[in-house]
T-cell receptor, first 118, second 111 residues
Framework: GAGVSQSPSNKVTEKGKDVELRCDPI?????LYWYRQSLGQGLEFLIY??????PDKSGLPSDRFSAERTGGSVSTLTIQRTQQEDSAVYLC??????WGTGKGETQYFGPGTRLLVL | GENVEQHPSTLSVQEGDSAVIKCTYS??????FPWYKQELGKRPQLIID?????GEKKDQRIAVTLNKTAKHFSLHITETQPEDSAVYFC??????????FGRGTSLIVHP
């Protein structure tokens, strides 16, 4: 079946502009996670959604970052007033159940959005 | 919270050799340990995982071992091939809903 998809695949923007990144999870997956991966670095957790529960925003680096998930499916990560340090690959992952709760927690990643802020 | 250390950061081997990557974790509540492979410019993909009720798991040329007492788990790749070249990430479940990933190991397999 279809995997996790993300759009756009690449985004170049000017400092100070807002950007929206989209994630389409695997159908039926209730958990959705956003990560940031800077060049040569590991995966930095940003936010996760689980069903209709309030999201865990503990990883968002500043109040310029926000995310929403509509209808328990598609998610949008918004970065306002982008800064050059926001340049990175933004990865989305989905799983049947939220991490740490047992079988079905395996995360499947999207291809990422490569963001470059000039 | 959980802390995951991954070593080495870079591993260079000759084709046909074995490669071992090790991760240590801090939270004894961790019970799920996946390994992801990320090729250049691609998404991370799960290659193998293990749960805390198992000590070892194999899948063809790859295997993962878990030592709960010492809180470490390792990825073993035998008969390495150039297509194994990638960055490998380990992760641990900890006691939260947020995975903790290692910083990654860049494996280079020379033909």
């Amino acid at each position: 079946g279809a995997g996790v998809s993300q759009s756009p695949s690449n985004k170049v923007t000017e400092k100070g502009k807002d950007v929206e990144l989209r994630c389409d999870p695997i159908s039926g997956h209730t958990a959705l996670y956003w990560y940031r991966q800077s060049l040569g670095q590991g995966l930095e957790f940003l936010i996760y959604f689980q069903g209709n529960s309030a999201p865990d925003k503990s990883g968002l680096p500043s109040d310029r970052f926000s995310a929403e998930r509509t209808g328990g499916s598609v998610s949008t990560l918004t970065i306002q007033r982008t800064q050059q340090e926001d340049s990175a690959v933004y990865l989305c992952a989905s799983s049947l159940v939220v991490w740490g709760t047992g079988k079905g927690e395996t995360q499947y990643f999207g291809p990422g959005t490569r963001l470059l802020v000039l | 919270g959980e802390n995951v250390e991954q070593h080495p950061s870079t591993l260079s081997v000759q084709e046909g050799d074995s490669a071992v990557i090790k991760c240590t974790y801090s939270d004894s509540a961790s019970n799920y340990f996946p390994w992801y492979k990320q090729e250049l410019g691609k998404r991370p993909q799960l290659i193998i995982d293990i749960r805390s009720n198992v000590g070892e798991k194999k899948d063809q040329r790859i295997a993962v071992t878990l030592n709960k007492t010492a809180k470490h788990f390792s990825l073993h790749i035998t008969e390495t091939q150039p297509e194994d070249s990638a960055v490998y990430f380990c992760a641990a479940s900890g006691g939260s809903y947020i995975p903790t990933f290692g910083r990654g190991t860049s494996l280079i397999v020379h033909p």
